[in-house]
Each structure stands twice: as structure tokens, then as C-alpha cells.
């Protein structure tokens, strides 16, 4: 009993030691470790608003050691970020409570066992910029985050946003249920696996003398890996979000344009040091609208042998425009931007370098499906590096773009489907009639595709296909010269225009 008593002594003087000498540890490198942190933390955020004008970052305000924890204090600031209607501007604070390892009390509360560096326990910090947040989640601060930062190099977080709801003044209004997200990855932001999900969120939006516009999203989830694998300083993998119910309501009758499983998925994939290669997949199983039935639709869109750092480096010259482009647009005026002498061998150079890599971009995908019929399109092209951009532009445009592929597949019994649908919500009440008049729409829209020479028909399907190459066309089949292309299109599009 002695010798068990005795063991069991030795057992825990040597872990307090060891939880002791491990938080004096973290106390000498905690300084070190939270300024890396932000530097690489403003790396990213400078990255991830580069085109909106404006800038977010990151600042350690203050840091008070202790020799099991440490407090530390940090400001958050957006200045003029052009996300919509009106720049961002925002200055706040976050909290952030930090145990030293091996053992943080917040980690054995759950049972986490393996010795860790740290646990960093933050939130955001009530301001009065940030009160009516608060207000909003019940007086809590509405965004709390875990983190574990391990010994070698490993940090998890767990983001949690707590439920929120109001009504503002004029009837607009937001019950959001909250959201938890994780990420796993390491210290020098290389690496990320992220899972994320959300039950619910519903907002209505009122606008003086309009009937209000409501939408509500149910099941929304996200995850993926993404990891930094070239010198191009960009993340590949992918990034995959879906929705189980998108719906909204408007209109005088107030009536419900429904999507389930409505999906998004994105690839990217690491081309050489510099170049990026991936997919954007859209799609919705179910499109239903005043509780009728639709059809389904999905767009896939790829590209290949995207140089990142001259696409960064245009976007970077592009976006200081971007201030005069909404004074524009709020006024009801164009503008164009215009290339200074200054700059114009920097953006010339970009713009060669983007393109000698002969970038590919398509559209894989377009398509809507209904329960008779399926239309889709098809849409490719590569483009290529001019000898010079100083060229007249028909010369310019024959040189940049080298190829182009188009294919479109035109379905009559989904025209008729959609005549159908319009059809009911106008309140024809005949089956009968319904039905007579929407297979006379998708057979005229044949009829007179293939009259005009602009398509060609087989079985159901309406087809159109156009191919460039070497400054030649094939359209349908028919061979000939781009200002041959040109004169036929007018030509046929005119017999197609309304006479009056």
C-alpha cells in the first residue's frame, strides 16, 4: 500500500513539474508565437481583399503574461472595403484568454488529453460599435473561438458564431441559428481542413412602398482541404458548400421560388510553380416555384493554366479604379478605366505573361432539365500571347483568341414543358389547351431555328455548333472566314427580327 501510495506521490509531482515547467515554457515563447501569427494572419487577410479597394488588419494591442496564462488583446480594422453599396469600416477588439500547455484546463474539462502548447480561448469584445451584436445574440459575445496550438507545429480551432435575431426599424429583419466551424492545420498557414455547418437562416428584407422579399436557407454545410503547394502562394484542393432548402418569397401574391440541394464545389490544382488549374460546379436538384415543379440545373465551369501571380498583380492595378467605378454608377454614368503612360509597360507585361501560358477557360456545362427534356451548352476557348497589345483591336482579338469551341443542344420538349409552367401560373385552367399550346412553342422554336440556317434538327434536339481556329469558322459544319461568319450571322438574325 506504502509502495502505491508512494508511486502515485511521485506520479503527480512529476506531471505538476512537468505542467509547470511546460506553462514557463510557453510563457518565454508566447510573445514570439502571437507576433507570427498576426504577420501571418495580415499576410492572408491583405490577400483575401486585394480588388475591393480597401484594407484589413490585424494588431496586438497589448499582452499580459502570467505563468499559467496570459491575456492578450488584439484590433481588428477594415478600412474602405468595397463589399457593396456602402465601404466597410470597422474597428474592434478581441479577447483572447490563453492557457499555457502541456495541460490547458479547458482542454482536460473535454477530455482532450495530449499535451499541447497552448489554448487560446478568444471573443470579440463589446464596444459601442459592436453592442448592437451583442444585443442581437442575447447579450453574449456573438463570436467565440478554441484554439490548440501543439508542440509540433499543429493548430486547431473551433469557431463558433452564436445564434443571433432582430428587427430593424422599418421591418427588415435576421434569425440566424448559429454556426460552428473547425479547422485543423498548422502553424505557418499552409494547410487547412475545414468542416462548417449551419441549421437555419432566415432574413426579410422590407423596401419603402414594396412588398417584403423573405429568403431561408435550411441545412447549409461546408468543408474541404486546401493546402499551399507551390511558390505561387495560393491554396489548392477544394472547397465543397451545399444548401438542403433555398427558398424565397415575393411578389404581389407573395409566392415561393423554392431550390433544394443546391451544391457548389470547387477544385483547384497546383500547374507547375506559378499556374492554376480547377473546376466551380453549381447545381440544384429540384427548382420548384407556388409548389409546382420546375426541373433541375446545373453549371460547371473549368480552366486551366491560370498564371496567379500576373492575375494578382492586374487585379492589384485594376482595383484602384474601383472608387471612381461606384461614384459612377451612383451618379448613373460610365466609366472606363484608362491605362496611363506610367503604367502601361508594368500592365503590358502582366498581361504577356498571363497569356503566354496559353490559358484555357469553359464553360463545361449549362444546362436546365425538366421532366421531358434536357437543353445544355457548351462553350470553350484558349487564348494565346499577341506579338504586341499596340495593334488595332480586330487584329488584337484575332491574336489573343486562338481557339473556340461552342455546342448548344436545344431541347423542344423542355420548351414545351416551360410553356406549360408559364401557362399555369397564368391561370389557364384547360389541360388540354396547355398542352397543345406548348408543343406548338417547341416545335416553332425548331421550326424556325432550322429556317434561318442557324440550327440543325435531330429527333427531339434543336443542335447548333460553332468552331474557330487559324482565323477560319465552322459553323455547323459550314466552313468559312470570319467576316464571312459575320455577314451570315446579320443576315439571319435579321430574318428572325419582328417586322412592324
Same mark, same amino acid.
Given at each position: ?13 512529476? $506531471? &505538476?513539474?512537468?505542467t509547470t515547467a511546460g506553462a514557463w515554457y510557453t510563457g518565454e ?26 484594407s484589413v488588419t490585424l494588431e496586438l494591442a497589448s499582452l499580459e ?6 491575456? &492578450? ?48 480561448? @478568444? ?26 496550438? /501543439? ?24 434569425? *440566424? ?5 473547425? +479547422? ?51 491554396? *489548392? ?40 488549374? /480547377? ?21 460547371v465551369m473549368s480552366f486551366k493554366s491560370l498564371d496567379v501571380p ?25 466609366? +472606363? ?18 497569356? @503566354?501560358?496559353?490559358?484555357? $477557360? ?5 444546362? !436546365? ?59 389557364? &385552367? ?7 399550346? @406548348? ?25 447548333? @455548333? ?8 465552322? *459553323? ?8 464571312? !461568319?459575320?455577314?451570315?450571322?446579320? &443576315? ?9
Open positions: 500500500m506504502k509502495k502505491s501510495v508512494g508511486i502515485l506521490s511521485g506520479l503527480v509531482v512529476a $506531471i &505538476a513539474v512537468a515563447r508566447l510573445p514570439a508565437e502571437l507576433q507570427r501569427a498576426v504577420e501571418q494572419g495580415n499576410h492572408e487577410l491583405s490577400k483575401a481583399v486585394v480588388g475591393t479597394g480597401g503574461r502570467h505563468w499559467f496564462s496570459s491575456v &492578450a488583446h488584439y484590433r481588428l480594422i477594415a478600412r474602405n472595403v468595397n463589399l457593396g453599396a456602402e465601404p466597410l469600416n470597422l474597428d474592434v477588439g478581441i479577447v483572447d484568454h490563453i492557457e499555457h500547455g502541456p495541460f490547458p484546463w479547458s482542454r482536460v474539462k473535454r477530455l482532450q488529453l495530449l499535451p499541447v502548447m497552448a489554448a487560446s480561448n @478568444s471573443e470579440l469584445e463589446r464596444s459601442e460599435q459592436t453592442q448592437p451584436w451583442f444585443d442581437a445574440a442575447g447579450g453574449k459575445s456573438p463570436l467565440k473561438a478554441h484554439t490548440a496550438l /501543439g508542440y509540433a507545429g499543429g493548430v486547431n480551432t473551433e469557431l463558433e458564431a452564436l445564434p443571433v435575431k432582430f428587427t430593424a426599424d422599418d421591418g427588415s429583419a435576421v434569425d *440566424f441559428s448559429g454556426l460552428k466551424l473547425s +479547422v485543423e492545420g498548422d502553424r505557418e498557414g499552409s494547410k487547412a481542413k475545414i468542416h462548417a455547418d449551419a441549421r437555419q437562416l432566415q432574413m426579410t428584407l422590407v423596401v419603402p412602398e414594396q412588398l417584403p422579399v423573405k429568403f431561408q436557407l435550411d441545412g447549409m454545410k461546408l468543408g474541404g482541404e486546401l493546402e499551399r503547394k507551390n511558390k505561387a502562394d495560393f491554396f *489548392f484542393g477544394h472547397i465543397d458548400m451545399s444548401v438542403d432548402e433555398m427558398r424565397m418569397v415575393f411578389g404581389p401574391e407573395q409566392k415561393t421560388l423554392l431550390f433544394k440541394g443546391v451544391e457548389q464545389n470547387n477544385v483547384y490544382t497546383a500547374e507547375g510553380e506559378e499556374h492554376l488549374g /480547377g473546376s466551380v460546379e453549381y447545381k440544384t436538384s429540384e427548382i420548384s416555384y407556388d409548389g409546382r415543379a420546375l426541373g433541375s440545373a446545373a453549371m500576373a492575375l494578382q498583380s492586374l487585379s492589384e492595378w485594376y482595383q484602384q479604379f474601383l472608387p471612381e467605378m461606384q461614384q459612377a454608377a451612383a451618379e448613373g454614368r460610365q466609366f +472606363v478605366p484608362t491605362l496611363s503612360p506610367e503604367d502601361k509597360p508594368k500592365v503590358h507585361a502582366d498581361l504577356h505573361k498571363a497569356l @503566354s501560358a496559353k490559358p484555357q $477557360i469553359a464553360l463545361e456545362q449549362l444546362s !436546365f432539365k425538366t421532366a421531358r427534356g434536357e437543353s445544355r451548352l457548351v462553350l470553350k476557348t484558349q487564348l494565346s500571347d499577341p506579338a504586341s497589345f499596340d495593334v488595332p483591336n480586330d487584329q488584337l482579338a484575332r491574336e489573343i483568341v486562338s481557339t473556340v469551341h461552342g455546342k448548344l443542344v436545344l431541347s423542344k420538349p423542355m420548351i414545351a414543358d416551360l410553356v406549360a409552367f408559364q401557362g399555369l401560373l397564368e391561370g389557364q &385552367a384547360d389541360p388540354q389547351s396547355i398542352a397543345m399550346q @406548348s408543343n406548338q412553342a417547341g416545335e416553332m422554336v425548331g421550326v424556325m431555328a432550322v429556317q434561318s440556317g442557324l440550327a440543325t434538327a435531330q429527333g427531339d434536339d434543336v443542335l447548333a @455548333s460553332f468552331d474557330y481556329a487559324d482565323g477560319a469558322v465552322e *459553323f455547323n459544319g459550314q466552313k468559312m472566314t470570319v467576316e464571312q !461568319f459575320a455577314a451570315f450571322l446579320q &443576315a439571319r438574325l435579321g430574318m428572325l427580327a419582328p417586322r412592324g
